[in-house]
């Protein structure tokens, strides 16, 4: 069976569903099984890097709310992470672009090491306060991985079309926010669900 998952870095919730997902496929028996593919999606494709701007000045200006709206938006991911043993600290989050990050996940699909950059780009950003828009950073994080010849990607557009091309295919398939995850292209789970509806959508699709 295979997983697609559209995604972005910057999204809290993709993380919490990227964990909620793995600890479905941990009590899964077929989990040996499946096959799980990270497809780019940019969530404000839009915006500039700024690492002097906090994260809570950055949404208050965005969603044109009050800093203490953008406050308690982030204290209460930050308590939906630290549920699922996930230590969120946004307050030392950098505002960044995530294509170039998206480009360096596809380059990690082609090396099998896709599942542990995306796992590595989204602690960078959400727990170390990295800028995940900066290319020494993503360099550092790929050699961290293991991943080879990424300083050739990062230095070029290579996999720019790739991500182009996944985020048409999310217009194409009705993806109006993300995590999204596509079983085998019979069922979905839009955001990040209860743990209880990602252990019964594995079994659906995985029976069918």
Known sequence: MTIEIWSDIVCPFCYLGKRKL????????HRDSIDVTYKSYQLMPHVKTEPGLSI??????????????????NEYVTEQAAAL?????????????TFRAHRLLHHAKNQEKQVETKERL???YFTEGKNIDD????????????????EKVLDSDEYALDV??????????GVKGVPFFVFDR???I?????????????????EQ
């Open 56 to 73: 809570n000045a950055f949404l208050a200006r965005e969603k044109g709310m009050s800093l203490d709206q953008a406050r308690q938006m």
């Open 122 to 124: 989204l602690k960078a």
């Open 164 to 173: 182009r091309k996944d985020i048409l295919e999310s217009r194409q398939l």
């Open 135 to 150: 290319r020494n950073t993503l360099l550092e994080l790929a050699t961290d991985i293991g991943l080879t010849d990424s």
């Open 190 to 206: 839009s955001g990040a669900q209860d743990l209880s509806v990602f252990s019964k959508t594995l079994k659906q699709a995985f």
């Open 186 to 188: 019979k069922y979905a």
């Open 85 to 97: 043993d996930l230590r969120y600290r946004l307050d030392n989050a950098v505002v960044a672009n």
């Open 22 to 29: 793995e600890k479905a496929m941990e009590e899964f028996e």
